[in-house]
């Protein structure tokens, strides 16, 4: 069984990759130690819901962000 990657882990990688398109998805996922399976299940689970898709994707997470603190794009 592998590491398990919480929502917060799996999006710094999605936005690694996503920032260095020059590199073969397969090659990304063996130096990062994820599967292509599951990098591209969470890249559509991304593209979906963003953080909090990959959150409800992810059913032993608690909640990603504590309350009061909204997360946007605008914020990084």
Not at 3 to 9: E, V
Not at 41 to 60: I, M, V
Request: glycine content about 10%; proline content about 4%.
């Amino acid at each position: 069984m592998g590491k398990h990657y919480n929502p917060l882990q799996k999006e710094f990688l999605i936005l690694r990759y996503k920032n260095n398109m020059g590199i073969k998805l397969a090659d990304f996922c063996d130096a990062s130690g994820v599967s292509i399976t599951a990098f591209k299940k969470w890249l559509s689970h991304y593209e979906d819901g963003g953080l909090e898709g990959l959150n409800r994707a992810d059913a032993r997470s608690p909640e990603v962000l504590p309350e009061g603190i909204e997360r946007t794009e605008e914020s990084y």
